[in-house]
């Protein structure tokens, strides 16, 4: 099970969280008469990590509820990402959240969903 600042927001669903990798931020020089370049290493840069899954509740007050939920938590402030493997990323803020299917009925209500997080290092 996933949290996000401890809350249970996606357990209503399957859902999958994939990291990317740090970059790091260079600038690169050339100069007359010198083969090849210099490299000034300027640091690690904040990375994305994907989530995508579907949200699920018996009634359409409950999925509301669920996205409310998660629009509350994209406010711009850092929190802890805990996926499904039970690994932390720490200081990770919600950058987007977008239903990506209309509401639909099956035995209960439910839509798909993509999030993206942004993580500090």
Known sequence: MSTFN???LFGSGPHS???GSWPREQVRRGMAGLDGEVV??????SREIQQTGR?????TAGLATLVDAIIAM???????LVDNHNQ?????MIE?????TPLRRGVGYWCDYAL?????P
């Open 6 to 8: 401890g809350l249970d």
């Open 17 to 19: 969280i994939r990291p």
């Open 40 to 45: 000034i290493d300027l640091g690690q840069r």
């Open 55 to 59: 949200l699920q509740a018996a009634t």
């Open 74 to 80: 994209h406010d711009g402030a850092a929190y802890t």
């Open 88 to 92: 932390s990323h720490t200081n990770a």
């Open 96 to 100: 987007m959240f977008a239903p990506e």
């Open 116 to 120: 993206t997080y942004r993580q500090l």
